[in-house]
């Protein structure tokens, strides 16, 4: 398995005010590039895109609530397999957030698809520090 990990940002929102946030799936959206990621759709604890290149990518919460800080999200429509964790946890008056995936990529498919996958989460934790303030 291949770990591809986003930047650890810091909010100024509380752990469980971002938690009930990411909890609902639907708020991803706004969280995702908007240039790169094409036909939302889906509920609070399923949704699915495009990405750029038309290729359809499956969420599904595999809990209700967040275990240990993280809630697991287990992909789908990939020619891989892979999940998301989006990891929440206290620090002081606020939260730090970051996204860690674990993909089933062969060689050939790292190297196409792992410098792409580093920039998605990225922009999405970027995005969380951004909605939430910094702390």
């Known amino acids: 398995m291949t770990e ?4 650890t ?3 100024g929102a509380s752990a469980d005010e971002l938690r009930m946030h990411l909890l609902d799936l639907k708020n991803l959206e706004p969280l995702l590039p908007q240039d790169k990621v094409k036909g939302f759709a889906g509920t609070s604890e399923q949704v699915s895109f495009k990405i750029q290149g038309g290729l359809e990518i499956r969420l599904t919460r595999t809990a209700s609530t967040f275990q240990d800080g993280v809630l697991r999200l287990q992909g789908g429509g990939a020619p891989f397999e892979f999940h998301l964790d989006l990891q929440v946890k206290e620090d002081g008056d606020g939260a730090e957030a970051s996204v860690v995936c674990q993909a089933d990529l062969n ?7 792992q410098k792409p996958l580093e920039s998605l989460f990225s922009h999405i ?3 969380v520090e951004e909605k939430f303030g910094q702390g």
């Open 107 to 113: 060689p050939f498919m790292r190297m196409m698809a």
């Open 4 to 7: 591809i990990r986003s930047q």
């Open 125 to 127: 934790a970027g995005q």
């Open 9 to 11: 940002v810091q909010v």
